[in-house]
């Protein structure tokens, strides 16, 4: 089972308990984080708009890091142009904690309606208290 999410304009396939850098998150360190699925496969492939609005990718922010620095170098040949810069991108660290779908909630919420539901139905059946008999009189 793994999910491709779409975050900092990247998209990723994760599975559960994975780690990865992505983009960085504003989001403070051993906090979770909700991240947009592209497309859910586990048995079947879901990758429809409806289908994905039950699923759920959530990770955990392990910490904020810093890129690898990347030199940017330019020259212009003959005029005595140079110019040296680098580049270091932040990133956040996370780890996949779970990618859950709907189905399985909705079966949860269902069963336990049912005697919710039930007993509702049995509290109904209370004698009617003495100001609706005085009304009637």
């Given at each position: 089972?793994?999910?491709?999410?779409?975050?900092?304009?990247?998209?990723?396939?994760?599975?559960?308990?994975?780690?990865?850098?992505?983009?960085?998150?504003?989001?403070?360190?051993?906090?979770?984080?909700?991240?947009?699925?592209?497309?859910?496969?586990?048995?079947?492939?879901?990758?429809?708009?409806?289908?994905?609005?039950?699923?759920?990718?959530?990770?955990?922010?392990?910490?904020?890091?810093?890129?690898?620095?990347?030199?940017?170098?330019?020259?212009?040949?003959?005029?005595?142009?140079?110019?040296?810069?680098?580049?270091r991108q932040d990133l956040?660290?996370?780890?996949?904690?779970?990618?859950?779908?709907?189905?399985?909630?909705?079966?949860?919420?269902?069963?336990?309606?049912?005697?919710?539901?039930?007993?509702?139905?049995?509290?109904?059946?209370?004698?009617?208290?003495?100001?609706?008999?005085?009304?009637?009189?």
């Amino acid at each position: 089972m793994y999910a491709i999410v779409k975050t900092g304009g990247k998209q990723y396939r994760v599975e559960r308990g994975q780690k990865l850098l992505v983009e960085r998150l504003a989001v403070a360190e051993g906090a979770d984080v909700a991240l947009e699925p592209i497309l859910y496969r586990s048995e079947e492939a879901v990758f429809d708009k409806a289908g994905l609005k039950n699923v759920k990718v959530t990770a955990r922010v392990i910490a904020h890091v810093r890129g690898e620095k990347l030199r940017v170098f330019k020259f212009k040949p003959k005029r005595g142009y140079k110019r040296r810069t680098g580049h270091r991108q932040d990133l956040t660290q996370i780890e996949v904690t779970e990618i859950t779908t709907g189905k399985a909630k909705a079966a949860a919420k269902a069963s336990a309606a049912k005697p919710v539901a039930a007993k509702a139905s049995a509290g109904s059946a209370t004698p009617p208290s003495k100001e609706t008999a005085a009304d009637g009189s």
